[in-house]
């Protein structure tokens, strides 16, 4: 029994002397969530990542509504848009640029469109005659 003892403290003696040196660092927690101090840039794959897994979603609805909508109706928005788009170049063109804007009021598709000197700048007041929707903006003079 003591030479068992004997060679388990010589092979533990051994053992301390031919180890190598141990080190350790601090574990530090790291919140991945940017709500609990994580990286903010982690926001989008966190959205995602959920996103992928809501099963309280049908996964094929965003596709189906791709294939429902009507390609008159939106030829008719796509229209309006270029045209307002045409317009408002139109308009701020003719502000910055030698002309000056003339006020009236214009009516291009379903929209009403009237043109106004005021204190601060043009004014431009936009009513879309189908939804009832009116838009201000105000171009200030430099």
Known sequence: ????VYALSLALMLCLLFSEDVSAQDMVYQAKNPAFGGETFNYQWLQSSAQA???LKDPNESNASLFNRDP?????E??????LNQLSRQLVTSQFGEEGLAPGEYTIGNYDIEV?????????????????????VTIPYY
């Not at 029994?1 to 068992?4: F, I, R, S």
């Not at 796509?78 to 045209?83: D, F, G, H, K, Y």
């Not at 106004?116 to 201000?136: A, F, Q, V, W």
């Open 1 to 4: 029994m003591k030479k068992n």
């Open 53 to 55: 897994q809501d099963k």
């Open 72 to 76: 008159l109706k939106d030829f008719q």
């Open 78 to 83: 796509s229209l309006n848009r270029q045209i």
């Open 116 to 136: 106004s000197e005021g204190m601060s700048g043009i004014s431009i007041n936009i009513l879309d005659k189908g939804t009832g929707n009116r838009t201000t």
